[in-house]
């Protein structure tokens, strides 16, 4: 195992930001009214939702195309020297890496949701780690099908997402774009 560096720490914060846009779409769009219509349909499994009213279309359809436009515009940079030395892949699949990445988070989140449904959490209350590891597990786990992702890189990309996650929601919350400090 390679020693983690900086740089290897800066490399996963790239390889991440096509997962990090899809993960803070649904909150970025949510004054948008297109798609917006529960992904499970508002059926219940027993008396609890299946996901929830809060995980809409809208959020899908926008963070699969926020995940595929990050990772564009990675391609586009992929031919600059500092871009492609901090890249783990060559981005010319860029699509399917976008894709593969914005779905996975956004699945990541919705099978977080469905467990929190189950044991009775309701949407929006605290399920530490799961709330920060979610979209990291889904889009890390999804885009190492096709993608070499080493379990270095899932690591210390999930350990980075963590603490981002945390950082950024309190900052969101501090400046009101979020709710919750969390």
């Known amino acids: 195992m390679q020693d983690i560096s900086i740089v290897f720490v800066a490399q996963c914060f790239y390889l991440m930001l096509p997962a ?40 899908l359809v926008f963070g699969v195309l926020f995940a595929i436009l990050v990772s564009y515009l990675q391609s586009l940079l992929y031919q600059k020297e500092f871009f492609m030395n901090l890249s783990f892949i060559s981005y010319e699949n860029w699509l399917l890496f976008g894709f593969l990445m914005g779905f996975g988070a956004l699945l990541g989140d919705s099978v977080k949701s469905f467990l929190k449904r189950r044991v009775g959490i309701k949407p929006g209350h605290r399920f530490v780690p799961f709330d920060q590891i979610d979209f990291v597990l889904g889009s890390l786990i999804l885009s190492s099908l096709v993608f070499d992702l080493t379990l270095q890189i899932f690591f210390v990309s999930l350990v980075l997402s963590f603490a981002l996650d945390i950082l950024v929601n309190h900052i969101s919350f501090y400046l009101k774009i979020r709710d919750e400090s969390w």
């Open 20 to 59: 990090y846009f899809a993960n803070m779409a649904p909150i970025m769009v949510k004054k948008i009214n297109l798609f917006y219509y529960p992904i499970d349909f508002g059926l219940k499994l027993g008396s609890r939702p299946i996901l929830g009213s809060h995980k809409t279309f809208r959020g």
